[in-house]
């Protein structure tokens, strides 16, 4: 009777605390490519769960293939042929990518004619083809461990279609993925589609939807705000729709007052540690009430450069000088006490310690001043109402407050409690390494805002991004960096987007 | 030469298979410090059954006793490795804790039913099961090779039953279905259950593996090593044998490898001893060899081992 592969009815789910689908309805057509969009905590991925039978709806019913249907369990989807791609890959890593693949389903044989064993060989045979059939170019024999993350994604599809799936759910797909591969995924998701796989695609990335949806749904705290087509829609109603508010894609901004020069890299080596050099003989300097942004591909020594002015790491040979000082030498902590914040590429290993409670994690540049800790012992009265301060602040949500372990918090609350730790620090220079990644489009339209407003205030700051976008947004000045050497430092106003894109890709130095 | 190696191989044969025992477990990603605690029940089990079975049928030949102690003792070591998969697995506890209290408990539960069992039945205030001496076995023909031919001399029965299983358990692990799930189990659990495959019910059988074998070797240490069961059964072998797939990389041939070294360390200790005509107590200093040993290897090989990934992570299906 029904015309749609999946049909979702008034679908309402509760946590402890919170509604994360209230009364949602969605229907999908064979073979269309549906987006799910929404910030992080808008409800995509526990809806999605529900129809890959890993939670169970408290109200309202699902229909597959017009047959109304309860799925119990992600073996029960994967027998009504759902597939799905999560977010965090589950993979064994010691296996080839073959056993990964027929793990459960595995093709039999019998040795000496009689004791059942795996014939790994024809599965070898299989998922060649398999990957072959489909555009998904592995070697089945590569163990996980050594192949990259892109072709473990691969391998997490192939796991799909070994399976028979006809309905393919991707969780966030592209988040972990560099330009080229996200292009690459995005012609085979197009490629599934053409053969007649039904694709939900759970995603806030709003130019990877328009490329590719057919339709696409909204989802804002829970609730599903449209269904649109994606073709007659613009990427701004969308977004607006998706945060619920009007939302500007460039931060406004004054022209910039520079001051005193606040940071200076001196001809700084940094090796790894194979011993080879991964940062050669960079000399920059970013003065006050500027933001430096470095932009340059993943991987050519950006991080190193950022760990090396905070001290993770040792450079090999030059100076770095904060205020006109050396601090070459010093340790983190003599850094931080002289004024360096830093918001980290990794949240959950540097930037904070996990299981820690929020109060705790707030004070973590600060425990061992006053009024934190006095005579070495810990003043927790201090640490609450700091932590009550900050929350209210810069508005960091969490399920308790003060004694929230972090781990528990998204991304976005983890990354807002982060910056907010570091602007109250004092301090004269900041680093963002990546401040965004990760975060939709309202958490990164306010991260911006605060990175300018610290810059208005006179702080120096240096931005490390690999998004393009983001470094032509916020800086005043462009460094661009490949293999280690920087290319070229301009005036921002002075460099065009494609410009910078040749120099990330070490051609642009012929002037 | 021949007695360092027939001496050799009956301590490092149990010793492998007890080993064997933890890699199962460990790579189904459960920490099994228990093993010792496993081997010392299986023993008492098998001890008190070959005892009870003399009694009953004195007419049974020595080593058809021997054969169903060894049962016994497999038997015993699964009901006791199974408080290990319950506290593990079931009830989610910390499974270093877990080990180690079962090594203590063993121990004490078998020296107090040891007593109880030589006064209530026997009647006698003894604290150990006395067993009989079997017959060993020379192999007619190739025990003749020089060397070589000294494996093939004098051995127990339980020997050859050994390798016998390690042959299976070898192809269990590596080429079977149930072996792959139990490997991937250790690595990436979420991986396994996404495949729709029982994590906790892989890593009970994986458990009751281990507590089978070490029951097994237990059983083969009273026969070998003091003729009886008592709690002198628990002198480390246990931790000898982790330490053994600790260096065997938690890999079935390497860690047979390391059996050997620990075996011919100890045969040849004594051969040492006997040499240089030491008076006797020295012998005492010879039965730290296997252990000064272990620390030694343990420097050379815990850099370049890994551990399974998963490898005492309890599963949470909610975690990532």
């Known amino acids: 009777m029904s015309d749609y592969i999946v049909e979702m009815r008034n679908i309402t789910k509760r946590f402890p605390g919170i509604v994360a689908n209230d009364n949602v309805s969605i229907q999908i057509k064979k073979g269309e490519i549906y987006a799910l969009l929404g910030e992080n905590g808008a409800g995509k991925s526990t809806l999605m769960s529900m129809l890959f039978g890993m939670y169970e709806p408290d109200e309202g019913e699902i229909y597959i293939r017009g047959e109304k249907t309860q799925i119990e369990s992600p073996n029960h989807a994967t027998k009504l042929n759902i597939g799905m791609v999560h977010q965090h890959f589950k993979l064994v890593s010691n296996y080839t990518i073959a056993e990964n693949i027929i793990m459960g389903m595995e093709p039999m044989k019998k040795a000496l004619g009689f004791i059942p064993m795996v014939d790994i060989k024809k599965a070898n045979k299989e998922i060649a083809e398999l990957s072959k059939r489909y555009g998904l170019e592995v070697n089945p024999e590569d163990v996980i461990e050594d192949v990259n993350v892109s072709i473990r994604q691969r391998v997490e599809i192939l796991k799909m279609l070994y399976r028979e799936a006809e309905i393919l759910i991707f969780d966030e797909p592209t988040a972990i993925l560099t330009p080229q591969e996200i292009q690459f995924l995005l012609d085979i998701i197009r490629g599934l589609r053409d053969s007649g796989k039904t694709i939900i695609i759970i995603t806030h990335k709003l130019d990877e939807i328009k490329q590719i949806a057919d339709r696409c749904a909204i989802l804002n705290r829970g609730r599903l705000i449209d269904v649109l087509d994606v073709k007659t829609t613009d990427t701004k109603t969308m977004a607006n729709m998706m945060v619920g508010r009007e939302v500007n894609f460039k931060t406004d901004k004054k022209d910039p007052v520079f001051g005193e020069e606040v940071l200076k890299v001196d001809n700084i080596t940094v090796k790894n540690k194979d011993g080879l050099p991964v940062v050669k003989n960079v000399s920059f300097s970013v003065r006050a009430g500027e933001v430096l942004a470095i932009a340059g591909v993943s991987g050519n020594g950006q991080i190193e450069i950022a760990d090396a002015i905070t001290g993770i790491l040792n450079v090999d040979s030059g100076k770095i000088y904060l205020n006109g000082n050396d601090i070459t030498d010093k340790t983190v902590r003599q850094r931080i006490d002289a004024g360096i914040d830093y918001i980290p590429e990794d949240r959950n290993a540097v930037g904070m310690v996990m299981d820690f409670t929020l109060a705790e994690n707030l004070a973590l540049k600060s425990y061992y001043n006053e009024p934190f800790s006095i005579r070495g012992i810990l003043n927790r009265p201090a640490f609450d109402s700091y932590g009550n301060k900050l929350i209210e602040k810069y508005d960091i949500r969490s399920s308790q407050g003060n004694p929230t372990i972090v781990r528990t918090m998204s991304g976005g609350n983890q990354q807002k409690a982060i910056i907010g730790r570091e602007i109250e620090h004092e301090s004269t220079f900041m680093i963002f390494v990546q401040p965004t990644r990760g975060l939709d489009i309202g958490a990164i339209e306010n991260i911006h805002r605060q990175i300018i407003e610290e810059r208005d205030k006179g702080q120096a700051i240096l931005l490390i991004s690999l998004e393009l976008d983001e470094v032509m947004n916020l800086a005043d000045t462009i460094a661009v960096i490949y293999s280690g050497e920087i290319q070229t430092i301009a005036d921002a106003k002075n460099l065009t987007l494609d410009q910078v894109g040749q120099f990330m890709m070490g051609v642009g130095s012929d002037e | ?320």
């Open chain 2, 1 to 320: 030469m021949n007695s360092i190696i027939i001496d050799g191989l009956v301590f490092a044969l149990p010793l492998f298979i007890m080993a064997m025992g933890g890699i199962f477990s460990e790579r189904s990603g459960v920490t099994n410090l228990a093993l010792e605690g496993l081997q010392g029940f299986g023993a008492f089990t098998g001890a008190f059954a070959a005892v009870m079975i003399g009694t009953v049928s004195p007419d049974m030949s020595p080593t058809a006793i021997m054969l169903l102690a060894l049962v016994f003792a497999v038997v015993g070591g699964v009901l006791f490795s199974l408080i290990h998969a319950l506290l593990c697995i079931k009830l989610n506890a910390d499974m270093v804790i877990s080990g180690v209290v079962i090594n203590i408990l063993s121990m004490a539960f078998t020296e107090f039913l040891t007593k109880l069992i030589n006064a209530g039945i026997f009647n006698m205030p003894s604290n150990k099961f006395v067993l009989t001496v079997t017959d060993k076995i020379t192999v007619p023909g190739i025990s003749k090779i020089p060397i070589l031919g000294a494996v093939f001399t004098n051995l127990y029965i339980f020997e050859i039953i050994i390798a016998v299983i390690a042959v299976v358990a070898w192809f269990l692990l590596y080429k079977t279905k149930y072996g792959m799930h139990l490997r991937a189990s250790g690595d990436n659990p979420h991986a396994l259950d996404a495949a729709g495959i029982n994590v906790a019910k892989t890593r009970l059988f994986a458990v009751m593996i281990s507590g089978a074998f070490s029951g097994f070797a237990g059983m083969c240490f009273a026969y070998s090593i003091s003729s009886s069961f008592s709690s002198t059964i628990y002198v480390g072998y246990g931790y000898i044998a982790i330490a053994a797939l600790i260096f065997g990389n938690w890999n079935i041939l390497p860690t047979f490898g390391a059996c050997l070294i620990f075996g011919f360390a100890r045969s040849g200790g004594y051969k040492l001893v006997q040499a240089l005509e030491m008076p006797s107590s020295y012998q005492d200093l010879v039965m730290i060899l296997p252990y000064v040993l272990t620390l030694v290897l343990l420097i050379f090989f815990s850099k370049r081992n890994r551990a399974p990934r998963a490898l005492g992570v309890i599963y949470d299906k909610g975690a990532r």
